[in-house]
């Protein structure tokens, strides 16, 4: 129990682990606890018992979700939108009026269908910028890419495989355009330095001088992008 209400924790035993840990995911607002093979759920229960003032505070700390719904205010290329339901109009999703000095997100259709139309607006604006950014950076290095495709990851904002296939968060819709240009151009970098090493920091300046602008940008907010579509 915590706070008077039921906490679950997902047990997760690896071959690997030497001992117990804990860890709550900001992205899923879930816990984990990494367990040896062989240690006793007896025993798991009491260490989670002996650490539940740490979880409470850890939890207590997540900003809070802000589901995909009408009159949710969400960032798009890193400035505020509030949704707006639009149940009589026509079409799916599209970039509405300021009101009130705020931009809208104007939203068609029947209540329930809102948050995937949303999501698959975001992802489709997602797809759009960054295809736009990894061709600019293509050329600009003079490298070629394999497919690109949007995930939505925990731990990494982008990847880029040795066959030269980028994924992405779709979450960088969120974020200031720096930050997904910069994002584009460190994988496209990585298709002539498959390393973090000086050549390939170089290569990424070289590029996108605003590297270190985006870094800042995601080290202070970018936990908080996973907060969004959340229930």
């Not at 797809?127 to 731990?155: I, M, N, P, Q």
Request: charged share 30%; net charge positive.
């Amino acid at each position: 129990m915590l706070d008077d209400e039921l906490l679950r924790v997902a047990v997760r035993r690896h071959p690997q682990a030497r001992r117990l840990t804990l860890r709550v995911r900001a992205t899923s607002r879930d816990v984990t606890l990494t367990a040896p093979p062989h240690v006793p759920l007896s025993f798991a229960h009491a260490f989670v018992e002996r650490h539940r003032e740490w979880v409470r505070v850890r939890l207590v700390r997540l900003p809070e979700a802000v589901p995909f719904e009408d009159g949710a205010v969400i960032p798009v290329r890193g400035d505020p939108h509030r949704i707006v339901h639009c149940p009589d109009a026509r079409g799916t999703v599209w970039f509405g009026p300021v009101v009130r000095g705020m931009p809208t997100l104007c939203v068609a259709g029947d209540a329930p269908h809102v948050a995937r139309r949303v999501l698959d607006f975001l992802k489709r604006e997602a797809r759009r910028d960054l295809g736009a950014a990894v061709k600019h950076y293509t050329a600009a290095l003079k490298v070629e890419v394999g497919r690109l495709t949007l995930r939505d990851t925990a731990s990494r904002w982008g990847s880029c495989s040795a066959r030269g296939d980028l994924s992405f968060s779709w979450r960088l819709i969120l974020a200031p355009r720096v930050v997904l240009d910069y994002l584009a151009a460190h994988e496209v970098a990585h298709r002539l330095e498959m390393n973090h090493g000086p050549r390939f920091w170089r290569l990424v300046e070289q590029v996108c001088p605003a590297r270190r602008e985006a870094e800042a940008w995601l080290r202070r907010h970018g936990s908080e992008l996973h907060r969004y579509g959340g229930q």
